[in-house]
């Protein structure tokens, strides 16, 4: 399977824990995107890498979440000190970053995660 | 704020039936506009991306139109099958800062009745 990976499909947490997803791009893609999806709602942006670079942050991106892309390849999001209302689905993208806007954007089939 | 509104929420229609869905944005400084598919639990399927300098793009039975200047989009899906039942939303690339993230509608649910 060449799309983009996304471990674990499920993570159920109590409240107060940290969780770790990763995300696996489509290979020599070099932008990925997070974004985070709750029930009845469409994906909110969380952050973009362009290589390992983090390029934009979104103000939902609290000091509680961290991303990173170490070597521009797969990435991470972690999140500490979980809240209930973390609770959603993240979603991870990539694109080729050929260096224009205009790109498909491949998505995974997310993580989702229940805080309780 | 930048916001994107699709209607209606939901779609229901019998096989067969031609259908069209609906997408508005508030900012005409845009780079183009895309339309995935979202089936129950899963991640976005792209079906369409329009640039911002198209008027319509074509993808089998797919066909989407952008109207930069009056902030509208529409999906027109034709000979509707079962198999096209899914969760359909549409985004934006506004240009400008912040112009590599997508700002999504909160989609439409399409149900395709055999």
């Known amino acids: 399977d060449t799309g983009v990976s996304q471990d674990p499909r499920h993570k159920i947490t109590k409240r107060g824990q940290n969780v770790t997803f990763r995300c696996d791009p489509i290979?020599?893609?070099?932008?990925l995107y997070w974004y985070r999806q709750t029930l009845g709602q469409g994906p909110e942006f969380l952050t973009y890498?362009?290589?390992?670079?983090?390029?934009?942050k979104s103000r939902l991106l609290s000091d509680r979440f961290s991303a990173e892309r170490p070597k521009g390849s797969f990435s991470t999001l972690e999140i500490q000190r979980t809240e209930q209302g973390d609770s959603a689905m993240y979603l991870c993208?990539?694109?080729?970053?050929?260096?224009?806007?205009?790109?498909?954007?491949?998505f995974g089939s997310g993580t989702q995660l229940s805080v309780l | 704020k930048q916001e994107v509104t699709q209607i209606p929420a939901a779609l229901s229609v019998p096989e067969g039936e031609n259908l069209v869905l609906n997408c508005s944005f508030t900012d005409s400084a845009i780079y183009n506009l895309q339309w995935f598919r979202q089936d129950p639990g899963k991640g976005l399927t792209s079906l369409l991306l329009i640039q911002s300098s198209q008027r319509e793009q074509t993808s089998g039975r797919l066909n989407a139109s952008l109207d930069k200047s009056s902030g509208r989009s529409t999906l027109y899906i034709a000979a509707s099958q079962p198999g096209d039942s899914a969760t359909y939303l549409c985004a934006v690339q506004y240009s400008g800062a912040g112009s590599y993230q997508l700002t999504f509608g909160k989609g439409t649910k399409l149900s395709v009745i055999p």
């Open positions: 993208a990539s694109s080729p970053g050929a260096g224009i806007p205009n790109e498909k954007l491949f």
């Open positions: 290979s020599e893609h070099n932008r």
């Open positions: 890498f362009q290589n390992e670079a983090q390029l934009e």
